[in-house]
């Protein structure tokens, strides 16, 4: 029993003590000329759904949750956030090459297609960002004819 | 006794280069006139870091005729490694800039497929084999390469190879013989 009691308070002074690792945060006010919406023609449904399923991760501004300065939930936040703008930035879409911009469009459908993205630990919670069958459909041929026209 | 075994391999390695040298030499003796279109060659169409990206490529294209996941993994890594150690520094400013842009999206389609399961691996390699084909128009190689083509596959897709024979990447023993060859390059 005592043994029990030692861990208990062991793990909850280790939660409190995390809680003052300060973590970067992807925030910005400004959207760059760059932005994959603002030189494409995307129809407002699409942007609305790319908005809410992507951007978080895709971009320089994330809609952060309510639990997002709790630790060790934030340090998993930064962790996506980051990988997911390594791969791809919606902000910077126009400076990338056409080359480029194909394999990202190629990816993006896969993504959809395969619903690997958006991410089952996201839609958990943003279970708005998920894609519904016909949403998959609107997007998918959006983006396909997007890459058709490079 | 393994050991003896591995130094009698590459003392037969080492004897058939020589005497492929020596051949070499002698084709060029013997065809004075051929000797110089030999040389222009050479100094212009090949490039040893291509010719060593080219190679991963193909370990890769095999691994997947083979259905072999882990091993394309593998040569995914490599190719990696040679696209990064790729040097663009003889070739023109316009090219360089194409060849740049080739080398960073292929690099990214490799590190997938170093990391990813077999179907995955192969929807990059198509886009990959895009990616090489380009880097080959502009620095040529010293092989004769054959460009096929599977209409099947997402819509069609295509891939190089070193045999004119058709061995599919994308379907591998499912589909072995699916597609034609529908380029020479040289």
């Known amino acids: ?150 | 006794m393994k050991n003896l075994k591995m130094s009698i391999v590459a003392i037969l390695l080492l004897a058939v280069s020589f005497t492929n040298a020596q051949e070499k030499e002698k084709m060029n003796h013997d065809h004075g006139d051929m000797k110089m279109d030999h040389s222009k060659m050479t100094t212009m169409k090949s490039d040893v870091k291509a010719e060593v990206i080219l190679s991963d490529y193909f370990n890769l294209k095999d691994a997947l005729v083979g259905d072999d996941t882990k091993k394309a993994a593998q040569a995914g890594s490599k190719l990696v490694a040679s696209l990064k150690a790729f040097d663009a520094g003889s070739y023109s400013k316009e090219e360089k800039e194409e060849l740049a842009d080739i080398i960073e999206d292929a690099i990214e389609h490799a590190e997938h497929i170093s990391e990813s399961a077999i179907d995955h691996q192969r929807e990059h390699f198509k886009t990959l084999s895009k990616d090489i084909t380009d880097l080959v128009a502009i620095t040529g190689t010293k092989s004769t390469l054959y460009e096929q083509f599977c209409p099947m596959y997402d819509k069609g897709s295509a891939w190089l190879s070193t045999s004119n024979e058709v061995k599919n990447p994308y379907y591998g023993s499912k589909m072995l013989k699916c597609g034609k060859v529908q380029k020479t390059i040289q």
């Open chain 1, 1 to 150: 029993m005592k043994i029990i009691k030692i861990i208990a308070l062991v793990l909850l002074v280790a939660f409190v003590g995390i809680q003052f690792i300060p973590t970067t945060r992807n925030q910005s006010d400004t959207v760059p000329s760059t932005d994959f919406m603002l030189v494409n023609n995307v129809p407002e449904t699409i942007q609305k759904k790319l908005q809410i399923s992507c951007y978080d991760c895709h971009s320089n501004n994330t809609q952060y949750p309510w639990y997002n300065k709790i630790q060790p939930a934030a340090w998993i936040l930064e962790d996506h956030i980051k990988e997911g703008k390594a791969e791809l930035n919606f902000n910077e879409w126009d400076s990338l090459s056409s080359r480029r911009k194909s394999s990202k469009l190629r990816s993006i459908i896969k993504q959809i297609e395969s619903g690997e993205m958006p991410l089952d630990s996201y839609t958990l919670i943003h279970t708005d960002a998920k894609f519904s069958e016909t949403e998959a459909e609107e997007v998918i041929n959006f983006i396909t004819q997007l890459k058709d026209s490079l």
